[in-house]
């Protein structure tokens, strides 16, 4: 997991700021580790985060991991989320590492299922 590569990632596919405005809610790769989600919320807080927070959640918490077909399952996730236009809620989570602030970030977890506004769109990490 390499913070500042992932920042440069998402700095090079969200070059206009009206997609990044859009944006309202990342499935992220989230796969509960010390080093790999601190880094991936990092990276998403210094390129989308902001003010109300943009929501992460993975439906790894849902499934397990799936190896190969995770980020499948993280397309499937934001896709049915669109089209319900609600996002769920995140199960198990009790809060960020001690070390990672999400607030300052920009970014939250959804502990309850938030509705998506009509314009919305989801980024898939």
């Not at 990632?9 to 990342?26: C, F, G, H, I, M």
């Not at 927070?53 to 993280?74: D, Q």
Request: proline fraction near 9%; glycine fraction near 10%; hydrophobic fraction near 40%.
């Amino acid at each position: 997991p390499n913070s500042h590569a992932q920042q440069a990632l998402l700095e090079s596919l969200y070059t206009d700021q009206s997609l990044r405005d859009d944006v309202v809610a990342v499935e992220t790769h989230g796969t509960g580790t010390a080093v790999g989600d601190p880094a991936e919320a990092r990276a998403l807080g210094a390129v989308l985060g902001r003010k109300p927070p943009l929501l992460i959640g993975s439906v790894k918490t849902n499934i397990g991991h799936l190896e190969g077909a995770a980020g499948l399952a993280g397309v499937l996730k934001a896709v049915l989320s669109l089209k319900h236009r609600q996002f769920p809620r995140n199960l198990h989570f009790q809060g960020p590492p001690a070390d990672l602030s999400l607030p300052s970030l920009g970014l939250a977890v959804p502990t309850s299922t938030r509705p998506l506004p009509d314009q919305a769109l989801i980024g898939v990490s």
